[in-house]
């Protein structure tokens, strides 16, 4: 019981800050907020992506050129130039090393249409900070299974932040329907998008990229836009207009 309770939580905290800091604030700054909030959730990216932090500058600029060249050859990860999900994973992940570097050259001079925090993003990137989350999810494994199927999750554990992507990436842009002629191949891969937090209504994002509301028809429900929306009601956040 305690290894689901744990998965499930690890899996839902990471998508939720990917969502909202990497995806929705740091690319495509669907709302605005204090330099002090902004840090909380800079820093709670940090705790619950663990061992697979990405850097929220490399993560906004790479998909900025997502949206710009989606589904063609310049496309960092478009599903339709691989034969499968873990080829697109790893061209994935050489490609965001270049948006690391490229991330730490400009971030000298600085740049406020990107969240920085210099101290945590070296802190979250280096190879001793991802082992020793690496090592907690192992210890906690060791203490807590009941059953040896349990530690096939582990490896889950390690890669949570890309392998969330990598099914967004792969299922939102060759599974499921479309609202709208996008010119490129995103897809609704699902009409009820709780497991991945409204990330699978790609069609209806790639059409309206600085909506907060993913979802459009009436059975689209995006469950993060009411956290959202509460957020803006309690003056956290200022939602932007679309």
Not at 10 to 32: D, E, G, I, N, P
Not at 80 to 103: E, P
Not at 167 to 179: A, D, E, F, R, T
Request: aromatic content about 20%; overall charge positive.
């Amino acid at each position: 019981m305690y290894i689901l309770l744990f998965f499930i939580a690890h899996w839902f905290s990471s998508l939720f800050f990917q969502t909202v800091f990497l995806h929705r604030y740091a690319s495509h700054k669907v709302f605005t907020t204090s330099k002090f909030f902004e840090r909380i959730l800079f820093l709670m990216t940090y705790i619950c992506q663990g061992s697979s932090y990405l850097n929220p500058r490399a993560y906004a600029t790479m998909h900025r050129d997502h949206h710009a060249f989606s589904d063609t050859e310049k496309d960092p990860h478009s599903p339709h130039f691989f034969k499968d999900v873990f080829q697109m994973m790893w061209a994935t992940v050489l490609t965001f090393r270049d948006h690391v570097k490229l991330s730490k050259e400009k971030s000298i001079k600085g740049n406020p249409s990107y969240p920085e925090w210099p101290i945590i993003d070296r802190i979250g990137s280096s190879i001793a900070s991802r082992l020793v989350f690496g090592g907690l999810y192992t210890w906690f494994y060791i203490e807590f299974a009941t059953h040896w199927w349990m530690f096939l999750l582990l490896p889950i554990h390690f890669l949570m932040g890309p392998l969330h992507g990598a099914i967004v990436n792969w299922c939102g842009h060759k599974y499921g329907y479309s609202n709208f002629n996008n010119n490129d191949h995103s897809k609704n891969t699902t009409p009820f998008d709780f497991l991945m937090l409204g990330e699978l209504f790609q069609n209806n994002h790639h059409r309206f990229p600085n909506s907060a509301n993913f979802g459009h028809r009436w059975f689209e429900v995006d469950p993060i836009y009411p956290v959202i929306k509460f957020m803006h009601w309690i003056h956290l956040i200022r939602l932007r207009k679309a």
